[in-house]
């Protein structure tokens, strides 16, 4: 027990319904952390990773309380302390890194103030030695120019600059327990690479212990010792990391790592069917029943304790484990995408569309024009066809989400044109488009939190475009709310409910529905799947593709998540500051990467195997603008020619595979580099 720093200890978390039951969240869970340790929990939302790891610290949302058991820190159960004792330890022994650090750091004051408020609550140095641990802790979390970062503040950095800040604040009281909340959610691929290959050093480093909760595989993969699989607030598998994730004696498991797209299939990943049971709806039997694929009558009359497989030095809550490597090959499937015939048609087209950021002057406004010599995006030229599904792809800040909205007409362009069909110029004023343009380009927003009325009903939600697009009323609205409902999976009996009533992939799918209510030509998908857990993502693009072939929509798919984008799209188009390096065939970018940003950006991607490493070839540098001159990756590429770069804009050059790059390097050249890897 010596190397034990913390523990819990039968746990139960729960809350009263309005006829006063006990509903668990959180149901009889024991584990340990030990010293140097970093654990991952993984499971769906909902599954009570979140609530254990506040638990850890003493903290029980509001509405909930403890049921039974402990949670122990140097031999003190944490949950039944006074909050001024609380205090001593929290910052000091523990200490929390949030999932959104845009949100937790406050906007209007210094990064260097902000830590330093963080070192005066929980260490005794003076004012001297406070400002040098600033430095310190900057350059720990490898942030550049310490003084200078010291004095900015959190909207003037990216957002894995304030991750890095937000870790820095975690280590000012040099805490013996670090937890982390999903951490590198919504990070850009090498963004979120570089932040775990970070938190790697701080605990070799520092021998801290870590508890990483996500439901990101491929990063538990990358920074756990061991894993712990939660599903209905219970453990179901607990083990090293290897173990579970490369030989799983869990079904549920399974069904999480086959959701998991993969960069080297095309195809979509397998969706679990069904959802977890809701607290107070768990039966006697095994909560995984429902969905289990190998589940038998024995499961469905008795519940199956936690068992510990001493030569596997796993724990592990199933009947049939032994049995599950027999069913593996029906697990291990992917779905493959069926070939739609895209139309030979143009439906869209991008020619030379600049788009500025930049204040316009007085005489600006009056003349309605921008200048600005180095716009945000520059340049763009993006033929799409009828029926295809085009990605675009790049790190944060590459102007992604930026021409998404020039397209939807929520952001006016400095130059080019857009035309849709038969060459026709779309304004880029929204309010200039007519009701068809409106009808025929629909957005699905990454966050449906902040884009469904939570003051409306579903029926509500999805009655708007019909009412306005084609002036249904009565029992046809209601006809066809019904219709959308069942086209998405969902049901007409999901009408009644307020967005608050659905879970994150059930609202995304109620966003899904309202854009396919105006019968769209194309639909702008913004990081649709970014932030659902992996087998929602799963069912979500599924869902996706089973629309497109229904309805032969064209879709432009914005996401950081390059697996994902080879599961769904036809062709990719990958920007760097605002700037397109490479346009081709899905499988043909994917499998020869030409440009050296798209060799950059695969090689960060995270799998869900801790034997397979990021390659973290590019520079870990933030560039806040594009150069005035020569190849817009000129700061950080790997292999920069020198003053051509620098100096001269790249030439587009077209391979015989159909990809289209701008390098100054022979296309020949760069895929012999790529065949020699």
Known sequence: MENIIHSVKNLSIGFRSKKNDEISILRNVTTNIKKGETVGIVGESGSGKSTLALAMMGYVKQGLYTIEGECLFESSNLLKMKNKDLEQIRGRKIAMIPQNAGQSLTPNLKIGYQIDEALRLHTKFNKNERDKKISELLNKVRLPSPETMAFRYPHELSGGQQQRVAVAMALA????????????????????????????????????????????????????????????????????????????????????????????????????????????????????????????????????????????????????????????????????????????????????????????????????????????????????????????????????????????????????????????????????????????????????????????????ILSQPLKLYFSLTGNELKKKVAELLNKVRL??????????????????????????????????????????????????LNLLQTLKEDFGTTYIFVSHDL??????????????QGRLCEIGPSKNVYQFPSHPYTEVLLGAVLEPDPDIKPKLVAKDIVEEKPPEKGCCFQGRCPRILGDKCKNETPPWQIGDDGNAIRCHISVEDLKKNQIKK
């Open 563 to 576: 697996a994902v984008v080879r599961a769904i799209s036809d062709r990719v188009a990958v920007l760097y």
């Open 173 to 460: 009281g040099k805490p013996d327990l670090l937890l982390l909340d999903e951490p590198t959610t919504g990070l850009d691929v090498t963004t979120q690479a570089h932040v775990l290959e970070l938190l790697k050093f701080i605990a070799k480093d520092t021998g801290t212990s870590m508890v990483y909760v996500s439901h990101d595989l491929g990063a538990i993969a990358q920074v756990s010792d061991r894993i712990i699989v939660m599903y209905a607030g219970e453990i179901v598998l607990e083990g090293p990391a290897r173990s579970i994730l490369k030989s799983p004696i869990h079904p549920y498991t399974y069904g999480l790592l086959k959701s998991i797209p993969k960069l080297s299939l095309s195809g979509l990943p397998d969706s679990m069917p069904g959802s977890q049971p809701q607290p107070g709806n768990i039966g006697i039997g095994c909560s995984f029943y429902d969905r289990c694929k190998i589940a038998e009558d024995k499961c469905k009359k008795n519940s199956p304790s936690l068992e510990h497989i001493l030569e596997l030095q796993t724990s592990v809550r199933c009947f049939n484990y032994k049995n599950l490597k027999k069913f593996n090959d029906k697990i291990n499937s992917i779905t493959q995408k069926k070939n739609i015939s895209k139309g030979v048609n143009e439906i869209l087209n991008l020619t030379d569309v600049s788009i500025s950021y930049a204040k316009q002057k007085i005489l600006d406004q009056i003349l309605n024009k921008i200048t600005d010599t180095n716009p945000t995006v520059k340049d763009i030229n993006i033929e799409i066809k009828k029926g295809e599904t085009i990605a675009l792809v790049g790190e944060s800040g590459s102007g992604k989400s930026t021409i998404l909205k020039s397209i939807a007409g929520l952001l006016k362009i400095k130059d080019g044109k857009i035309k849709f069909e038969n060459d026709r110029v779309l304004s880029s004023d929204l309010k200039k488009r007519d009701s068809n343009d409106l009808r025929a380009i629909q957005l699905i927003f990454q966050n449906p939190d902040e884009s469904l009325n939570p003051n409306h009903t579903v029926e509500q």
């Open 491 to 540: 049901g007409e009996f999901y009408m009644t409910r307020y967005p608050r009533q659905l879970s994150g992939g059930e609202k995304q799918r109620v966003a899904v529905a309202r854009a396919f209510a105006a019968k769209p030509d194309i639909i702008l998908c913004d990081e649709v799947t970014s932030a659902l857990d992996v087998s929602v993502q799963a069912a979500v």
